[in-house]
């Protein structure tokens, strides 16, 4: 058992929604949060540079002692997990790959369509992790651009903008034979019902943020490192730009409201003298 | 006369709608541009972040000694043009006062409508701006924050989604005494035609970046500080991240070929040491 808590870490507010699956199942365990929402979004910027952020906020958490680090940002995960894994001194689960491995297993020879950030999607991480369960698997990357600001702008399933956004990106796709669908960002979970409505019942829709959070499970339970407590986890967050925003935007991902939430000033994450070397 | 640059500066590519218009008035003057797309966008961040952010990439200008800065970002100019001026060795003219200036000319006794993002409509700074020359003048103001999702991703004015979202934003407009629409935000003239098609041909579109650079050459003329050249003059860009995509989507901003953008490394606008202290 080991009472050291679950560091988690995203872009902005997104990863809330991994948090939150993270609470259900492991309602016991202390999670430390911190979004980076000076630099959010880490969506269209290159690589060398979201893998500098992603170590610099993984980083501070390491000040809190986790005993595993999550990147909850299909982003950072996508284009930076190599660069966290040799860095950070602790275990970094990311949400790519438990995303990848249940949609291969939900697929049964039916096309696995992948819905992301430009940046997640032109990485091909999702089609690279595919790709290494069953190099046969076909897979379709499609880039959505515009949910994540339909979801921060608080726009929900019916409205007009939001069907015509996802029937703009998904309308063509309703004519292959497309078995499952990942939600490859952490803000789609909120657009799941249009979403699902747009490809229809024969689509089994995978939230890469509850794979992620099952995988937590996994990893804890065989490292024999669960929580021992019997009183409800805490969950403390940090952000690096306007907590009230977070505070108010993020209690939809979470599901519930966020008791406190702390601002982290630039000195205490960026870290200039240590650069990240992405290997690609 | 004075043959130093104009120093331009936007939070990532918006501000090259408005040196299309500097380089359509004062074609012989030379540009420096710094787009801090690495941090982009300030739109939805707070007032001291986006003041430490723009006098960073502001002070990165002043290495090429400029006769002058524009802070060509509605949020940056919103938000912090107080700290720029306090801070920076040179003259600083931002967008929000030329367009300002020019909406109430224009409006005659009907109201004023001012579209932005959320951090430039809740700064209050067009409100503020206008009051300042007419008390009485009213003024509605709009924060529309899928303009620049929207016009980033490429979409024009024939877009469904973009004359939903025009619509759902300025359709309860018309049946007010609309006199002047004013661009608050540097994507916004890309959606120009949507927006006057929807507000109707009794409105008057402002476009406070075009609005600015008629107010840069005034500034030059009156101080005797425009270029003696008669050759063209010529625009150097710099950014702090993804130098290709700022070529491809910004040749947009431009109306021309972008030719030359270097990368800007953190350690050269990053300045832990100094911080910016913002007046409220």
């Not at 999607?121 to 290494?132: K, P, T």
Request: with cysteine.
């Amino acid at each position: 058992m080991n009472s050291a808590a679950i560091a988690v870490f995203d872009s902005g507010l997104g990863g809330l929604s991994v948090v939150r699956h993270l609470r259900q199942l492991l309602p016991h365990e202390n999670i430390v949060y911190f979004g980076d929402t000076a630099r959010v979004p880490y969506g269209i910027k290159s690589r060398p540079t979201v893998a500098q952020f992603a170590l610099e906020t993984a980083s501070f958490l390491l000040g809190y002692e986790p005993k595993l680090v999550v990147a909850a940002c299909n982003t950072a995960s996508a284009l930076a997990l190599d660069t966290l894994e040799a860095e950070l001194p602790v275990p970094v689960i990311g949400v790519v790959a438990p995303g990848a491995a249940a949609a291969v297993r939900a697929a049964r020879g039916r096309a696995i369509v992948v819905l992301g950030t430009e940046a997640t999607i032109s990485s091909g991480a999702y089609q690279a992790a595919v790709a290494a369960l069953d190099p046969d698997q076909p897979v379709v990357a499609q880039p959505c651009p515009l949910f994540v600001p339909l979801v921060e702008e608080g726009r929900e399933c019916d409205d007009p903008i939001v069907k015509l956004a996802v029937e703009s990106y998904l309308g063509a796709l309703r004519g292959r034979d497309i078995g499952v669908a990942v939600l490859g960002c952490t803000h789609y979970p909120l657009l799941r019902d249009a979403i699902a409505a747009c490809l229809g019942p024969g689509v089994e829709v995978v939230d890469s943020g509850r794979e992620t959070s099952l995988a937590v499970r996994s990893h804890l339970e065989a490292a024999g490192a669960l929580s021992g407590s019997a009183a409800p986890g805490i969950l403390r967050c940090f952000v690096s730009d306007n907590p009230a925003r977070f505070q108010r935007v993020g209690s939809r991902f979470l599901g519930e409201r966020i008791e406190h939430v702390e601002h982290v000033e630039a000195e205490r994450y960026v870290n200039l003298a240590r650069r990240a070397t992405p290997t690609a």
